[in-house]
């Protein structure tokens, strides 16, 4: 473990990747929640792994920054243009990993100026954009002083026992996301008064017990599957509107 830990990429250990990509995944949820509730007074869940607070996303974004940036540390411009360039390309592969492997829409950039297919747009990537600076200069080296304190061994234990635990999480995620797109088929196919194929499954029995409706609709609220989820269900979207903010009708995807 240790000879793995210590080998190096692009200047960083393998040791300091997978802390920082934990911690820049949760700071993405709160990130997420933190935005959520200024700009639509809204309180929900925005995950990206089932039952843990990570949003992978927002890890590997900020790994790639970490990683690449550096070199760019006293040019802030061009921390800022690359930062912006590599965040928006993870966030178009995301969003079309999740719509061609699961057919499911998780955020909709359509209705902004200068987007490309909905799923990055001028007005977010500009926020990337600072992110990274914010990255570079001022969360990065506070995580490397905390990852790079002398005696690594228990901080290894740790890591390793959360990663392995991530992984876990990804790996029922995906199953689940499958679940559900196969739950959404066969109610769309019921609705249309056709049979239902493949549904009851010793795998679907597993996922319905793993992660029911609810937990799914809790977890990802703002994906077009899980509204349509909803409403083949009946269910209700969860969501808890602040004060002084009208409660909005989400878009499909949002």
């Not at 061994?153 to 995906?174: D, N």
Request: overall charge positive; hydrophobic content about 45%; charged content about 15%.
């Amino acid at each position: 473990m240790d000879t793995l830990y210590s080998a190096s990429m692009l200047g960083s250990t393998v040791y300091q990747i997978c802390w920082s990509f934990l911690i820049y995944s949760f700071l993405g949820v709160l990130l997420e929640g933190i935005f959520c509730c200024a700009v639509e007074g809204v309180l929900e869940a925005r995950l990206g792994l089932l039952y843990l607070p990570l949003r992978p996303m927002y890890g590997v974004g900020g790994v790639a920054c970490a990683l690449v940036l550096d070199r760019f540390l006293d040019q802030p411009i061009s921390v800022f243009l690359v930062g912006m360039l590599i965040c928006t390309v993870v966030e178009y592969l995301a969003s079309l990993f999740m719509e061609k492997a699961f057919g499911t829409v998780s955020w909709d950039y359509r209705d902004k100026p200068l987007n490309l297919k909905g799923r990055v747009c001028l007005q977010y990537s500009l926020g990337w954009g600072l992110l990274a600076v914010l990255v570079v200069y001022r969360i990065n080296p506070v995580i490397n002083g905390f990852v790079n304190r002398p005696g690594h061994r228990p901080g290894e234990i740790i890591v390793t026992a959360l990663m392995t635990v991530t992984l876990l999480s990804a790996v029922v995620t995906l199953a689940a996301w499958a679940r559900t797109r196969r739950r959404v088929a066969a109610l769309k196919a019921v609705g249309h008064g056709q049979a239902p194929t493949g549904s009851d499954t010793t795998g679907n029995r597993l996922m319905n017990r793993l992660v029911p409706d609810p937990v799914m609709i809790n977890s990802f609220p703002r994906m077009s599957l899980m509204t349509e989820l909803v409403e083949l269900t009946g269910g209700q979207r969860p969501q808890l509107t602040l004060p002084r903010h009208p409660r909005r009708t989400p878009r499909s995807g949002q």
